[in-house]
């Protein structure tokens, strides 16, 4: 063998083992090899699944349908009762209560044909009188009694809504103190009488005060919307039964 040949074999086995260790090196490379080639393949097998899964939900996301909303007019939603929308005439009577904190409930029985009545609490929970609201047809006008004397009739208060109407302070006797309001809605004769008066009986001044004052009761009855609150056919004209007794009587003109 040449010296050439010689020289150029040793440069090649320069990087290689020694020929006593060629054998445990070659073991070595291959289990080197082997570990990288499965850190790989774990590697590749978790981009897959990552894969898959962003694609299942992309897939989900825009051909399934999403949830539906809940229509609000098929949900029952719960309200309160009394409340103003189930009951427009409590509606009118409850915020001057409220303000006072006061309590205003049915009373049962809470109404008839023509006619409701509520009960009032003060804020222990006491009762505190009682609001009866009734409802006339009188299209030939009304004679609004005068406190002083019972055959005269009174010339009424007049509002811009068309609402004649008359209010009432009889607090004279300490078991029966009424504010009392009457008004006609003049357009159709549609009236209503609301009397508040305190609890009753007690000789109690304060208990038996009532629970709106004549003005509160007044706004309450000279609101136009009032007499909607009752059907067309109710009406508490005699010989109505069962109609709440007023300490001023609705009597028609004439």
């Known amino acids: 063998m040449s010296a050439a040949m010689t020289a150029v074999l040793e440069r090649a086995c320069e990087s290689e083992p020694p020929v006593g260790d060629a054998v445990e090196?070659?073991?070595r490379r291959a289990v080197k090899l082997r570990r990288s080639r499965a850190r790989t393949v774990i590697l590749?097998?978790?981009?897959?699944?990552?894969i898959v899964i962003l694609l299942g939900y992309a897939l989900a996301t825009v051909l399934l349908p999403g949830p539906k909303p809940r229509s609000a007019a098929a949900v029952a939603v719960a309200q309160p009762r009394p409340s103003a929308v189930l009951d427009p005439v409590l509606g009118a009577l409850a915020p001057p209560v409220d303000k006072k904190g006061f309590r205003i409930v049915p009373r049962m029985p809470s109404s008839g044909s023509g006619w409701r009545q509520y009960a009032v609490m003060d804020e222990d929970g006491r009762p505190h009188g009682l609001i009866?609201?009734?409802?006339?047809?009188?299209p030939a006008g009304l004679c609004l009694p005068v406190l002083a004397d019972e055959q005269s009739?009174?010339?009424p208060d007049r509002t811009r809504a068309g609402i004649e109407y008359a209010?009432?302070?009889d607090t004279a006797d300490?078991?029966?103190?009424?504010?009392?309001?009457?008004?006609r809605r003049v357009v159709d004769g549609r009236t209503v009488a609301i009397q508040a008066t305190g609890e009753r009986g007690t000789g109690d001044a304060g208990r038996g005060e009532p629970p709106l004052t004549a003005r509160e009761v007044a706004e309450a009855a000279t609101d136009p919307r009032l007499p909607d609150g009752f059907g067309l056919g109710e009406r508490c004209n005699a010989p109505a039964p069962a109609c709440p007794i007023f300490k001023i009587p609705v009597r028609p003109a004439g």
């Open 174 to 183: 300490v078991d029966w103190q009424v504010h009392e309001v009457i008004a």
């Open 25 to 27: 090196e070659i073991f």
């Open 167 to 169: 209010r009432y302070a």
């Open 153 to 155: 009739c009174a010339r």
């Open 44 to 50: 590749a097998g978790l981009v897959a699944v990552v």
């Open 132 to 138: 009866e609201v009734a409802i006339f047809d009188a």
